[in-house]
Structures are given as C-alpha cells and as structure tokens.
C-alpha cells in the first residue's frame, strides 16, 4: 500500500524531452512550473478523512509521466505565458486524468497501474470508484475559478471522457468499422483530455483563438498516437519500465488496435496471411487466465505483422500532430511540441 505520508517525486522530464532540458530558459521554466503542479496535486487531494487522504494518494504517488499538465505548460508557453492559472488547469487535467484510472482499473479488473496494485485490488471496487469520483470533484471545484470558459472545457471534457466509455463497452454497432470504432473511443477517452490540456494551456496563456484552436487539433491527434502506442506497449513493453502487467488488455477481452488489425486480417481474402492471424488468433481468443497461455498470446501478437502496422498508424497519428503545429512562428516552444509528439510513440512505457 502506498504510504500517505511519502513526499511526491521531485518532478523530471520524461525521456524523449532533450530538447526542453537542454534549453537554458525553458528547461528551468518547466521544471519549475512542473514542481509547481506536483505541490499544487498534493494539496488536491488532501483530505480530513483518513481513509480518502490515503486512497486519493495511492496511484498520485505511484508517478506518472504528467504528460498532460507538462502540454497545458507547453501550449501556454507558446502564447508566451505559464501563469498560476496555467499551472491550476494543468493541476485540473492531471487529476481528471487521474480520477479516471481508478474507474478504468475498476472496469478492466486490472491488478497493476505505475508499478502498484490498483486502488480496487487494495480496497475493492466501491472505495475505488468513491475515491474517482472524489477526485473528479476536486477538479471541478478548481476548474471553476478559472472562468465560465475552462468550465465549459471541462463539462465538455467529461462527457466525452465518459461517452468513450460507454462507446467502449457496447462495442460497435453491427455494420461499423471495428477499427474506427475503437479510433472514436479512444479519441473520447483519451485524445479528448490531451486536447483539452492544449486549449487550457494556450487560453490561460492569453493566445489568440486561432492558436487555441490548433492546439485543440494538435492535442487531439496526439491523444490518439499516445493511446495506440500504450496499445502496442501493453503487448511488446516491459513491466518494469511500463508498470502494467502485460497483456491486461487481451486477457481482459479488450480488443485494442493489434487485434483488431488481426480480425481484419483474418477476414481477409488472402488465404496465406488469414490463416496466420487465425493461428494468432486461437490463442488470443483461448482461456487467458492461466500466465503460460497470456505469455504465448502476448509473444504470437507481437511477433505478427499486424504490431509493425499498429506502429505505422500510431506514427501517422503523431505526423499529422506535428502537421498541425505549422502555422505556428518558429519557436523552441513549438520545437518542443514537435518532439513532444515524436516522443509518445517512441517510448517503452
């Protein structure tokens, strides 16, 4: 269990950033406003109840990369400004971020989340889902001191978050393209809350509408690279560097981008490469409960074709991303936020 009373890492850039740590004025700026963030996430989820001070600091902290916040930071240095109320919305996305892992975790049954055992494993599922959901409601009672414009951000936010979700347990309708099915959950699930971490970012810093609205479109496509690359991650990283047990998504039944780039191909009219995603297919589809079998399922995937072309689309994702940012005046900040979609998929965790 994590100890309530354990002080917060001190904050770091995540590997891939050279570019930002090596600047002589944005490196410190970061950091410094990182640390800021980090102090700002305690004081969040602090409580006079016992219990909730100690569940709402179990995956806080566990870590994280704080990818979310350090783009909030990152758009609103482009608009030339990181401000308190910048480093206040960057607190907002990290704890919406965080609020949802509990509930995830709750609906994935995952045992694993930063190298911990997940809230719901530790003290079932009904504190985790409390405990989400207390978080939540920090992030909006702070997201409301921000303006009638961060709040409708957030409104909006949300619902997507939770309408993802929902598209993500009903599956897609009969006729729909599984693949794009899973690419509109995800850009509700997660290129939604990216996005959004943009558009704070370059509001609070006092950008023009245009510029908010590129970073809305930046963020939103690297929100989808970001969450196809942990797709593949989850079958080809490793637990040590990842913090997840490998294959949670197959051996939950979840079928991520891999597989159903697998269905697709066993569907297909070549009888050669059909019938090798079968073959991968029969142990993904098998009983997983047992570790032996998720190892062999994991390794079949990952050694298959249809890895290298989910990495292909994850690469596609991040390009246009970097595409995005083209109206933009030459800048270290914006050389930052290229490197920043470069690095979300050329990560192993």
């Known amino acids: 269990m994590t100890d309530p ?19 002589p004025r944005l490196g410190p700026l970061m950091l410094r406003s990182l640390e800021r963030v980090e102090e700002r996430l305690g004081e969040a989820v602090r409580s006079t109840d016992q219990l909730a001070d100690v569940t709402a600091r179990h995956l806080l902290n566990a870590g994280g990369k704080r990818i979310r916040p350090l783009l909030a930071l990152l758009a609103a240095e482009v608009a030339g400004s990181v401000n308190e109320d910048v480093v206040e919305a960057a607190v907002v996305v990290e704890l919406t971020h965080l609020a949802s892992l509990y509930h995830d975790d709750v609906m994935d049954s995952a045992p694993m989340r930063r190298g911990v055992e997940t809230a719901h494993t530790v003290w079932g599922n009904t504190v985790a889902i409390l405990t989400g959901d207390m978080i939540f409601a920090r992030a909006s009672s702070m997201v409301s001191g921000l303006g009638q414009e961060s709040l409708m951000i957030q409104a909006r936010t949300f619902e997507r978050l939770v309408i993802g979700q929902l598209r993500e347990t009903a599956g897609p309708a009969e006729g729909d393209d599984p693949v794009e099915h899973y690419l509109d959950v995800i850009a509700g699930k997660t290129g939604s809350l990216i996005a959004a971490s ?15 609205d590129l970073m809305v479109v930046y963020g939103e496509k ?44 066993a569907a297909g009219t070549d009888a050669q490469a059909a019938a090798a995603a079968r073959k991968v297919l029969a142990l993904v589809d098998g009983d997983l409960s047992e570790d032996e079998a998720l190892a062999r399922a994991v390794d079949a995937v990952s050694e298959h ?4 072309e989910a990495w292909r689309i994850a690469n596609q994702w991040a390009d246009e991303a970097i595409e995005a940012l083209a109206p933009l005046d030459d800048s270290v900040a914006k050389s930052a936020l290229r490197e920043f979609a470069h690095a979300v998929v050329h990560r192993t965790g």
Request: proline share 9%; glycine share 12%.
């Open 222 to 265: 690297l929100g989808l690279a970001f969450q196809l690359a942990d797709d593949i991650i989850d079958l080809t990283g490793h637990p040590d560097v990842s913090g997840k047990t490998r294959g949670t998504d197959l051996r939950e039944g979840v079928d991520t981008l891999p597989v159903l780039l697998l269905r697709r191909e």
């Open 198 to 212: 943009g558009q704070y970012g370059a509001l609070l810093g006092g950008a023009p509408a245009s510029v908010v």
């Open 5 to 23: 009373s354990r002080p917060e890492a001190s904050p770091r850039l995540p590997a891939g950033f050279e570019l930002i740590a090596q600047d």
């Open 305 to 308: 074709p249809v890895s290298a």
